[in-house]
């Protein structure tokens, strides 16, 4: 099949920063997170848990809280002080709103989703009307002593739960005067603590009141007495963050030790109809604070310090026992943050506020599969490029040449040139950028280094032509009239005329670059491209789906290939849809016009479409090189999918050159290296 | 868990209760039913369960009941006796007492007594007894006279120990009590003087006392409070000598010695007994259940009316006269349970359950399979009523092998098991084994003689028994010392307790030669050893040939010196087999069983010390044979491990160290068991060092495994 040099990095530094809220919206089964340096990303949990849109960092906006009102509507609140609405089509913040209350520690939507309510550093606690295009107070509620770090409805809409620190009040919606105020126990094991954060509320459609404090503890309140009913003490560190099921028979709360505790309203015996709270089932998937959870119908989700997102299906909900079933674990972003450029043998890596660019090392020696090479020069690094500004990088990319280095943050758009004198490398910034290239979500150069496809977030895609050290803006492809959906992948065909671009949700077109129009739109599919590629030659774009779906599409023909349309016919092997990373690379072979490469996190492959597809019976994925079967054995049992686990977790694969590929991994290990020490917990035997 | 439930009276009617109280509460034939008999003229007829008299019947004015009613099991009559001499047996349809059957006897009649399952006994005032049936054939016949002049029958009760009926009464004259055990199967009369210790002042209050399988176990509560009990054996090893009994004390200061009223006592169970009585001098009267066992008291009840100091218990209910009325006080211990402590819930159990089998058949679904079996059942009866035929029905398999075995010889029984076995294996098939064995093993238990080994050799092989589904039966191979039961019962039970195992055990080791020569035992883990001992010699001395070994060379050179005296019989005791293949397989079969170490040691300390080195120089030569080969395995199908052989051995010298080391002829055996351990400790340790250079092998291999962040290497995709 092919024997290949694999350089394998392992020296990308990424550490994904924390998460610290995820918010389930019912309605379109999805699941808005946001992490500690303001990231906000929304997962489609209907399309195989797909990271769908993304909205870049800051490093002033910690994001504090997180919710879904009037059905589609996201907002944020942060220590900054401001309440913020993104734009999910054109995947940009709206507008944001400043509270004037000091930082904002909680937010929630009320029950009918048409009011937001912020709690802040001050004690204040302020009623915000959402209107159809922006947010308006309208009124204050009895100021509280202390900060509000936590708040919840009541499903009725007329009264609310906020937690502070040291007690928890009960707020009339009508008159926003507290009617209750319950002191919690700041013992802990016992030792008195200096205070007792209440972490998280939840209230209940028959009254209760369920907090979770930095005392360990899980309570039951009475709202109509103010008293305390029951008391869970069920951690040795705080209970951080609390969610209920909408039906109310259910809850989660995450605590600091990384444990998960489903909380169930069980009958106190069978065939009884008076229920209570019982601690049922203990998970630990996170090493580190479990600083938030969510309730979906059929799944607990939470996510932490550890940065990783843990999606644990409810087995007793779950119907069909298929692959959704499983628990998911999400700790990768679903794109791309490498590029490469071939000539050169260059990296380049994105970081949040930096790009680093590295040059792959060289051997001479040649091997046997598994061998390791002895390396003749080593991988250098070359540049470290900082980025001005608190905002975060969106996209990035170099040139195949080498020579370009482009780059997009919300605000502003950068263009360098590279020279390269023997070993020395010069870095000049290309000024002057048009107005109109400010924020871009994907950054693309052709083939040749003559061409950059820039697309904006406005939806239209630029052509702008670089010669020597200047840029020429060639053309701007507008959005269809009516649609502000912004494209956030692009492909070009290696000859430069063909330019296909995706969009979050709707299909892919693809543009004629020479006569600057539009070309065709592929059939729409359900669910949203994960990654997709001109082929050399043919002029086949490879459309890879979030349900683990390859398309193949002939741009010239205007239709899928026959090859496609066989595999549609066959199906794929159902070890393959079973996967449960998407694919975020696909590139190919210049000499081998068969051969697709696709990579997703945990596997490498080349499809081969000479060879007849698997089914079923047949293995898919057979590690082990054929030994001393005969040559007709291998015959029957060769199918078109060969794929190599040996990688892992695989962030990104790309062919350099006929025989050389370079695998970029990141070690889970060396992220947790990374992070800060977890509590410790004291374990028999050390 | 002993626990008293909710009292409730009998009746409102205030019985007219002299000042002894009542004169007697008995059985009827119907579980639910008793009999009432107070100190006048009337017999009431109680429903415990509706708290309401079925009937009642009186003597007539001028006549007084002298013994309480009680039932004739076999008949369903009553049977009760009036002015001493006048005896009245009647049934439930008699309404007046007068004009029922009437026979007058020629002595005084102190009890009638009647247990299920034999005919009622009359115990006359002067000791004699009679069963009713001969003494109603000639009622006028001379009753002899047993007990002395002034002895004074205080007490009786009447059991059926091992079918057979066993009568005992205690008599008092001048303070002293004696006991009188009278066997009915053989006529005999065994008299018994109780002692009373230091406490030669008491007066016994009251009497109690349960069956063993050996011993009457007499309790008695005495005046001081304490309750006392005295084992009397069943069967008397001398009948005509007069006997004394020594009393010891069970339970102190259970009531206060001076009570108003007297004090009673009862034994419920193996472990539990009632008393009644104040527990201090001043305090109210209680009914209290203790633990004999743990001497616990478990539970106690006020009674504040007072009572009679008389108590009786049949069934699950204890009956007391409290203040006027009958009260009755249900009583239940059941199994404690770490469920039950752990206060997992109880479900609410619908009273009219039906009794469950013992068996469970986990196959088929046992609601379905009970409604079938029932319709089956009464379709079968009225077809039966409409043919009226008299021919045996049709009845499936399994009742009828269960009915053979009730009553058939060994010969019939063991043809029907086959021919059961042979069958179809149906979905109950399981639950019918279990009966069987069961049926079998009581049938063995009540007839000392009856022993259907074959049969039960088949049943343990068909792999669905377990020791926990039928204890008896090793209890029962045990006393028979049938080695080859014992042998298939190791090798197919996996939960024999170790007690057990060590019973086996000591008599695998203790059975002669001889006996074991009849046997059959399977033979299939032990491999003829006896081929090998040539080989074996030959190789040994081409080895001290060859390169010189001599372990002499140890330290311990002085008890080498002592060996050294007679080489010959070192090898030979070495490489022989130190038992008969016979019990080599028996003591495999030991080998192979399941243990936990902290439960055998305690009984491995039993076993006389002589088993214990003929055990050793058996483990020891299978160690030997162990070492032969490079695998340490033994030859054979089933042979013992090494791990096993070395455990037994650890297991032994643990447990009897210090005998062993006393003993003489164990003497070489130790030295040669400590030789052959220290040199295989040194050929170890020397594996141990070629073990550390090949984990520095592997790590470097990990070493390799594990890049660095930077590495160019080959991948081919086949």
């Not at chain 1, 997009?408 to 263009?415: K, N, Q």
């Not at chain 2, 003489?664 to 055996?669: D, G, I, T």
């Amino acid at each position: 099949m092919g024997e290949f040099k694999v350089h394998r990095v392992r020296f990308f530094n990424y550490v994904p920063s924390g998460i610290r809220c995820v918010a389930y919206n019912n309605q379109s089964n999805r699941l808005a997170v946001s992490r500690t340096d303001g990231t906000v990303e929304v997962y489609n949990l209907s399309a195989n848990y797909f990271q769908e849109k993304f909205f870049p960092g800051h490093e002033s906006r910690a994001t504090e809280a997180l919710c879904w009102a009037e059905g589609q509507r996201l907002f944020s609140a942060g220590l900054n002080g401001e309440i913020m609405e993104y734009d999910l089509q054109a995947l940009n913040i709206k507008y944001a709103v400043d509270v004037f209350g000091g930082p904002i520690w909680s937010m929630a939507v009320s029950p009918s989703g048409s009011q937001l309510l912020v709690g802040c550093e001050d004690g204040s606690v302020k009623l915000f009307q959402i209107t159809p295009d922006k947010i308006q107070f309208e009124r204050n509620f009895d100021r509280q002593k202390s900060r509000i770090l936590s708040l919840s409805w009541h499903p009725s809409g007329t009264h609310i739960a906020a937690g502070s620190i040291d007690y928890i009040s009960v707020f009339d919606v009508k008159s926003g005067s507290a009617i209750h105020k319950m002191i919690v126990d700041r013992q802990h094991m016992g030792v008195s603590k200096r205070k007792c954060i209440v972490w998280g509320v939840a209230f209940l459609s028959d009254g209760t009141v369920i907090s979770v404090d930095s005392a360990g503890k899980v309570q039951f309140w009475d709202s109509a007495t103010g008293t305390l009913v029951k008391s869970h003490l069920i951690a040795n560190a705080d209970v951080q963050s609390i969610a209920v099921a909408e039906q109310e028979d259910s809850f989660v709360v995450g605590t600091a030790e990384g444990t998960v505790f489903h909380f169930q309203l069980v009958p106190v015996t069978s065939n009884s109809s008076e229920k209570q709270w019982v601690r049922t089932k203990p998970f630990q998937h996170h090493t580190h604070d479990v600083r938030t959870v969510a309730h979906s119908p059929t799944a607990l989700i939470s996510g932490g310090t550890d940065t990783h997102l843990v999606i644990r299906p409810l087995m007793e909900k779950v119907e069909v026992k298929n692959y959704d079933a499983a628990l998911r674990k999400i700790t990768f972003p679903h794109r791309r943050l490498i590029s490469c450029s071939k000539k050169r043998q260059l990296l380049l890596f994105q970081f949040a506020h930096h790009l680093e660019l590295w040059r792959l090392g060289s051997t001479v020696a040649t091997g046997k599969n598994g061998d390791t090479l002895p390396l003749s020069k080593n991988a250098d690094h070359l540049l470290h490029l900082k980025t001005k500004g608190p905002e975060n990088i969106i996209c990035s990319c170099i040139s195949p040449c080498g020579s370009w280095i482009a780059y997009s943050t919300v605000s502003r758009f950068f263009l360098y040139r590279l020279n390269y004198e023997h070993d020395n490398i010069s870095l000049k910034r290309v000024s002057k950028m048009p107005p109109f290239l400010r924020c871009a979500l994907q950054i693309l150069f052709s083939e040749d280094s003559t061409k950059l496809f820039v697309a904006s977030n406005q939806g239209a895609l630029h052509i702008v032509q670089l010669s020597g050290g200047s840029f020429k803006h060639l053309h701007a492809f507008q959005p269809q009239s009516g649609t502000v959906e912004a494209m956030c992948l692009l492909a070009v065909s290696s000859d430069g005329n063909w330019l296909a671009a995706s969009g979050t949700s709707a299909g892919v077109h693809v543009y004629n670059v020479k006569q600057l129009k539009l070309h065709c739109t592929v059939p729409a599919y359900n669910f949203p491209v994960t990654a997709m590629a001109i082929a050399p030659n043919t002029n086949n774009l490879v459309i890879a789906h979030s349900d683990q779906q390859v398309f193949e599409y002939s741009i010239p023909d205007k239709q899928y290939t026959d090859w496609s349309r066989t595999v549609q016919k066959q199906g794929f092997h159902h070890l393959w849809l079973q996967r449960d990373t998407p694919i975020t690379h696909i590139s190919f072979h210049p000499k081998r016009p068969m051969h697709i490469l696709l990579h997703d996190a945990y596997m490498f492959c080349i499809i081969d479409k000479s060879l007849p597809l698997p089914n079923d019976k047949t293995l898919l994925y057979n590690p082990f090189p054929p030994t001393n079967e005969s040559d007709v054995v291998r015959r029957r049992t060769a199918h078109a999918f060969k794929i190599s686990k040996i990688y892992k977790p695989l962030l990104f694969m790309d062919l350099l050159d006929e025989r050389t590929l370079v695998a970029v991994e990141r070690p889970l290990d060396d992220i947790i290296a990374q992070l800060p020490p977890p509590i410790k917990k004291k374990k028999f035997g050390t | 868990m002993a626990a008293l439930e909710e009292e409730f009276t009998l009746s409102s009617v205030v019985l007219s209760a002299g000042p002894e109280g009542l004169l007697g509460v008995e059985q009827s034939d119907k579980t639910d039913q008793f009999l009432v008999t107070d100190s006048g003229r009337t017999v009431i007829l109680y429903k415990v369960s509706d708290q309401k008299p079925l009937g009642s019947w009186s003597v007539k004015q001028g006549q007084i009941i002298t013994c309480p009613a009680v039932c004739n099991f076999q008949t369903r009559e009553y049977i009760v006796v009036h002015d001493n001499k006048v005896l009245r047996i009647w049934n439930n349809e008699d309404v007046n007492l007068d004009k029922v059957f009437k026979a007058t006897l020629s002595a005084e009649v102190y009890r009638i007594l009647s247990v299920q399952g034999t005919e009622p006994l009359v115990l006359f005032k002067e000791g004699a007894v009679r069963g009713l049936e001969a003494l109603l054939a000639d009622p006028q016949q001379k009753i002899e006279t047993v007990i002395s002049d002034e002895e004074v029958i205080k007490w009786t009760k009447f059991f059926i120990v091992f079918r057979h009926p066993v009568l005992i009464f205690i008599t008092e004259k001048h303070g002293n009590y004696f006991a009188y055990v009278q066997m009915f199967n053989s006529r005999i009369l065994t008299k018994y003087t109780l002692l009373l210790g230091q406490d030669e002042n008491s007066v016994i209050e009251s009497f109690t006392a349960s069956v063993d399988r050996k011993f009457i176990s007499l309790m008695s509560l005495s005046s001081d409070g304490c309750i006392y009990e005295t084992l009397i054996p069943i069967r008397p090893t001398d009948p005509e000598k007069n006997q004394t009994l020594v009393r010891s004390l069970l339970l102190k200061a259970v009531v206060s010695g001076n009570t108003r009223n007297g004090v009673a006592l009862t034994a419920l169970d193996q472990d539990h007994i009632a008393v009644l009585g104040s527990p201090q001098a001043a305090s109210k009267e209680c009914l209290s259940v203790w633990n004999i066992k743990f001497q616990t008291l478990q539970t106690s009840k006020e009674l504040p009316q007072g009572t009679s100091g008389q108590l009786w218990y049949y069934g699950e209910n204890l009956f007391m006269l409290h203040g006027k009325s009958l009260t009755v006080i249900p009583y239940k211990c059941e199994v404690s349970s770490l469920a039950g402590a752990l206060g997992k819930l109880k479900h609410g159990q619908d009273p009219g359950t039906h009794v469950m089998p013992r068996f469970v058949n986990w196959e088929t679904p046992q609601g379905c399979g009970l409604g079938f079996q029932n319709s089956e059942q009464s379709r079968r009866i009225l077809r039966r009523r409409k043919i009226e035929v008299s021919l045996q029905p049709e009845v499936p398999p399994s009742k009828q092998l269960l009915s053979t075995i009730m009553e058939d010889s060994e010969k019939h029984i063991e043809v029907e098991v086959r021919k059961f076995l042979a069958l179809k294996q149906t979905p109950d098939f399981h639950t019918v084994i279990g009966d069987t064995v069961t049926g079998l093993l009581e049938r063995c238990k009540a007839e000392p003689s009856f022993y259907p080994r074959n049969c039960l050799v088949q049943l343990i092989q068909t792999h669905v028994l377990s020791y926990s589904l039928c204890p008896d039966l090793m209890e029962i191979a045990l006393i028979k010392k049938d080695v080859q039961l014992l042998q298939l019962c190791l090798q197919q039970f996996p939960d024999i307790p170790e007690s057990v195992t060590c019973a086996c055990l000591k008599i695998f080791l203790s059975i002669g030669d001889d006996s074991l020569q009849e046997t059959d035992v399977s033979m299939e883990s032990v491999f003829d050893y006896s081929n090998s001992v040539h080989d074996e010699k030959m190789e040994e001395q081409t080895e001290i040939l060859q390169n010189g070994f001599s372990p002499e060379e140890d330290k311990c050179s002085n008890c080498d010196q002592e060996l050294n005296k007679k080489p010959q019989d070192e090898t030979k005791e070495s490489t022989s087999c130190p038992v008969v293949p016979k019990r080599a397989a028996l003591l495999n079969a030991i080998l192979h069983s399941a243990y936990s170490e902290t439960f055998l040691l305690p009984h491995l300390k039993d076993i006389p010390a002589q088993h214990i080195t003929l055990f050793l120089k058996y483990l020891y030569f299978l160690y030997l044979k162990c070492s032969e080969n490079a695998t340490m395995t033994l030859p054979g199908i089933n042979p013992p491990t090494l791990n096993q052989i070395m455990d037994w051995i650890c297991l032994l010298l643990d447990a009897n160290f210090t005998v062993v080391v006393m003993m003489p002829e164990a003497k070489r055996l130790l030295i040669n068991l400590y030789k052959l351990v220290k040199s295989q400790i040194s050929v170890y340790s020397e594996l141990n060092k070629i073990e550390v250079s090949f984990r520095e092998l592997q790590k470097l291999n990990q070493e390799k495994n594990n890049r660095g962040l930077y590495s160019i290497e080959v991948l081919e995709l086949f």
